[in-house]
């Protein structure tokens, strides 16, 4: 049975989140009435992430097992008009060697978080950006965000709901860029806690804001203490931008 690889991108403002949930859209249930609708066939679509009401991704890994060996153009084509118009497309599709996973095979995850730092407010990214009128000292916010690059127990900004069964991660990247108008944080681990980029985001911009001093985000995440987190950043700034695997993992493409 061929496992077939998608990547995909989604806008998440029509959705509860990637994972189905009864009675709720979510992008997770509407592949899968796309893949029901191409091959008359039920499958569960498993993903290298799950993401929240709200929030987008860029470049997210997904995988569903078909009983039928497809040619992958055929199946990127026919999911996206299936798909249409809800907001979500398959950008490509192969077939995954044997044995790898969508989650368990992911090596690093990447994540986005985009502010429009300006008076006015948006016309053309309404629920895709994060807007904050007031003045962002980004390079300020890039010098505090070092703090939790590394191994910590990163209690202070995991959502009191997560089942994750430890704190403890490993932050690979945390840098914060100024472009214009907009200011955008880049973040990359193995795996995140539950709302960890959104509460570390949120910290990050009470220093831009000059509310918090530099050093107060390290006494935070040293606090391992989810009353000593910032305000948490809306998911409409947060996208899900890539996902890396071993390079063994590379996928068989079927024109």
């Given at each position: 049975?061929?496992?077939?690889?998608?990547?995909?991108?989604?806008?998440?403002?029509?959705?509860?989140?990637?994972?189905?949930?009864?009675?709720?859209?979510?992008?997770?249930?509407?592949?899968?009435?796309?893949?029901?609708?191409?091959?008359?066939?039920?499958?569960?679509?498993?993903?290298?992430?799950?993401?929240?009401?709200?929030?987008?991704?860029?470049?997210?890994?997904?995988?569903?097992?078909?009983?039928?060996?497809?040619?992958?153009?055929?199946v990127r084509d026919a999911l996206n008009?299936?798909?249409?118009?809800?907001?979500?497309?398959?950008?490509?599709?192969?077939?995954?060697?044997?044995?790898?996973?969508?989650?368990?095979?992911?090596?690093?995850?990447?994540?986005?978080?985009?502010?429009?730092?300006?008076?006015?407010?948006?016309?053309?990214?309404?629920?895709?950006?994060?807007?904050?009128?007031?003045?962002?000292?980004?390079?300020?916010?890039?010098?505090?965000?070092?703090?939790?690059?590394?191994?910590?127990?990163?209690?202070?900004?995991?959502?009191?709901?997560?089942?994750?069964k430890s704190p403890l991660k490993t932050?690979?990247?945390?840098?914060?860029?100024?472009?214009?108008?907009?200011?955008?944080?880049?973040?990359?681990?193995?795996?995140?806690?539950?709302?960890?980029?959104?509460?570390?985001?949120?910290?990050?911009?009470?220093?831009?804001?000059?509310?918090?001093?530099?050093?107060?985000?390290?006494?935070?995440?040293?606090?391992?203490?989810?009353?000593?987190?910032?305000?948490?950043?809306?998911?409409?700034?947060?996208?899900?931008?890539?996902?890396?695997?071993?390079?063994?993992?590379?996928?068989?493409?079927?024109?």
């Amino acid at each position: 049975m061929p496992r077939y690889r998608l990547l995909i991108e989604y806008d998440g403002r029509p959705f509860s989140g990637f994972q189905a949930q009864v009675g709720q859209p979510s992008v997770q249930g509407t592949l899968e009435a796309a893949i029901l609708g191409f091959s008359g066939e039920t499958v569960r679509v498993h993903a290298a992430g799950r993401t929240d009401s709200g929030v987008h991704a860029l470049a997210m890994v997904v995988h569903a097992d078909l009983v039928k060996t497809w040619r992958s153009a055929v199946v990127r084509d026919a999911l996206n008009a299936h798909l249409y118009p809800k907001p979500v497309v398959i950008l490509d599709a192969s077939i995954a060697v044997e044995g790898w996973h969508a989650r368990f095979s992911a090596r690093e995850r990447r994540y986005l978080y985009r502010i429009l730092n300006r008076r006015s407010p948006p016309a053309l990214l309404q629920g895709k950006i994060w807007h904050v009128k007031k003045p962002l000292d980004w390079a300020a916010m890039q010098r505090a965000a070092q703090a939790l690059i590394g191994l910590h127990d990163f209690t202070t900004f995991r959502d009191l709901a997560c089942q994750s069964k430890s704190p403890l991660k490993t932050l690979d990247v945390a840098q914060v860029t100024g472009r214009g108008e907009e200011v955008v944080m880049s973040f990359a681990a193995r795996s995140f806690l539950h709302r960890q980029v959104r509460s570390m985001a949120g910290t990050l911009v009470e220093v831009g804001l000059g509310r918090w001093e530099e050093g107060a985000v390290k006494s935070a995440l040293d606090a391992a203490d989810r009353k000593a987190c910032g305000p948490v950043a809306p998911a409409d700034g947060l996208y899900f931008a890539g996902v890396s695997y071993d390079p063994d993992s590379e996928t068989v493409s079927l024109g």
